[in-house]
């Protein structure tokens, strides 16, 4: 049946593409997705944290969102949503311990059959087998950041040096032996920012000495917001392990090696002797000094913070340098001028906001994610817009990119015409959201809506309601959901939340 879809699909698609060839060359198109890079985190973004200036070039010469978000804030489950232009209850990857069906139609597939060559490199956290793809190579599970195994079409290997670079080492090996006479649809997936944040040797120094501003919401006591808020387990301050989060130890005991302490070592023990000296020697002063400063309370969960920021942003760097070696050989294979080139995140990342690590939330920091499209010929200058887009668009634009029509099962809208400049209006009125992991950080299952300026949030294990008002309150750290001067806001977002979870036939039961 699946099969079929995709045939009738063809059927339907030849006409149109060969119309649409006679009049131009069809686009290369690189989809550009790193695991949790919040959008603080890019300097195009201005919040000032770290520069990085290949990711910002995009920005030059493309279109910057400020308001695109994911459905679901949790790796696999974003993948699967990009892959398929589906919801999580329909396409069937809910959470991080689901296994995508990977039989059923998806934006690689549709491309493939209209003549695009197709790969994929790095992170994958579907599970089953990439189908789709003329070449795959990833990285098992979450992958490692140093001497990292990778799954080459099926066959395992471990691979010497940072797993950032040698990602891109793979998609430019692909890009030089693909078939040149057809257009290609890369997706390249970066392993990092992910969590246990190991930088590569050339940044152990990066930011030694810088001072990052803590957030504002960084002592956050969660008042006014639902029990959810309050029984997290992604604190900073709580919740970061000494050893596999804040880089306290080296080698550990027996005794040591439990939980995390246990991964830690397992991550450390990839590393080569002579490699491990190395980040002995860049890590020792700054556990020495640790030692010394006999930090508690306040101050120990700002260092935390600050110990936090350096590693996570040092990766940061790799994956802006490894941009700009895709952008560079793009240049010198005459490529650059017809292939489009799209960032992104699986979802966004607190960086100490609510004193926080991770995602999961509908909050902005985890439901924003980063996105900047750089189309040669249609977005030729540097663009921002605040108009709401969603992951669940980017099968159905990258499709239309390709001229390609967008099958009716998919539920996002295109939004080129907001690239050509053509979308005057919202693309859509609300965005509809739900996450299913309540596992590790202990994040309850919840569902939501946002319009451009409120948002409802209904965690329907405990059914507690929150609700933003995010002209007012942008942190959003006041529950207004309970205020009788938003009565009618609050019943106008509640219905919201019934027709959009109708509109998607999400069967999740609310309770008014
Ligand atoms: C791992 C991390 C979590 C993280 C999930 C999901 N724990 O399980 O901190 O939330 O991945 O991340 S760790 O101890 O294994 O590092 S995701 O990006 O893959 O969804
Ligand atoms: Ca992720």
């Known amino acids: 049946m699946k099969k079929i879809i995709v045939f009738l699909y063809m059927v339907v698609a030849f006409g149109y593409v060969s119309a649409q060839q006679l009049a131009r060359k069809r686009p290369n198109i690189i989809y550009m997705m790193s695991d949790d890079h919040g959008y603080q985190a890019i300097s195009a973004y201005g919040y000032g944290l770290n520069k990085t200036p ?40 809910k959470d991080n311990h689901s296994r995508f069906n990977g039989d059923q139609p998806t934006v690689a597939k549709y491309l493939q059959a209209a003549g695009y060559q197709t790969a994929l490199v790095g992170k994958w956290h579907l599970e089953s087998d990439p189908q789709g793809f ?11 950041y140093h001497n990292p195994d990778f799954i080459e079409m099926g066959v395992r290997k471990r691979v ?38 190991m930088p590569e040797e050339k940044y152990y120094h990066l930011f030694d000495s810088t001072a990052f501003p803590v957030p504002s919401t960084f002592f956050d006591k969660y008042q006014t917001r639902s029990r959810a808020a309050k029984e997290q387990e992604m604190e900073i301050a709580a919740d970061m392990n000494d050893a596999y989060d804040l880089k306290l130890a080296f080698d550990l005991t027996k ?15 990839r590393f080569t002797p002579d490699e491990k000296k190395k980040w002995e020697a860049a890590y020792g002063p700054m556990i020495e000094a640790f030692k010394k400063a006999n930090l508690s309370g306040e101050e120990l969960a700002v260092w935390k913070y600050q110990r936090y920021m350096k590693d996570y942003l040092r990766c940061v760097q790799s994956v802006d ?53 750089k189309w040669p010929g249609v977005t030729n200058k540097k663009e921002t817009t605040s108009m709401m887009v969603q992951n669940l668009d980017f099968a159905e634009t990258i499709l239309e990119m390709a001229g390609l029509p967008v099958p009716a099962d998919m539920q996002g809208k295109s939004f080129v015409p907001l690239l050509k400049g053509k979308q005057k209006s919202d693309l859509h009125n609300a965005l509809y959201y739900h996450f299913y992991e309540n596992i590790e950080h202990k994040v309850a299952k919840h569902i939501g809506v946002r319009t451009s300026r409120y948002k409802i949030i209904y965690f329907y294990e405990n059914k507690e309601w929150e609700m933003y008002d995010l002209l007012k309150d942008k942190h959003e750290m006041k529950n207004i959901f309970h205020d009788p001067a938003y009565s009618s806001i609050r019943k106008m977002m509640q219905q919201k939340l019934l027709q959009k979870k109708e509109q998607y036939n999400d069967p999740v039961v609310v309770e008014l």
């Open 54 to 93: 290949n990711i910002d070039q995009l920005a030059e010469k493309g279109m910057l969102f400020t308001r695109a978000f994911v459905t679901n804030s949790i790796c696999g489950p974003s993948r699967a949503v990009l892959l398929t232009g589906k919801h999580s209850h329909i396409n069937g990857f």
């Open 134 to 144: 003329d070449y795959w190579n990833i990285v098992p599970g979450q992958g490692s």
């Open 160 to 197: 010497p040096g940072y797993v950032t670079n040698i990602t891109t080492d793979f998609a430019i090996s692909w890009l030089n032996t693909r078939d040149q006479n057809k257009p290609f649809f890369l997706v390249y997936q970066q392993k990092a920012p992910h969590r246990n944040w």
């Open 255 to 269: 005794e040591e090696r439990v939980g995390l302490a246990n991964m830690w070592q397992g991550i450390y023990d």
């Open 321 to 373: 340098d490894n941009v700009g070696r895709l952008m560079a050989y793009l240049k010198e294979n005459n490529l650059e001028d017809n292939t489009i080139v799209i960032y992104t995140s699986d979802q966004g990342f607190f960086l100490g906001e609510h004193g926080w690590f991770d995602k999961r939330w509908m909050y902005e920091e985890s439901f924003r994610t980063p996105l900047i499209v």
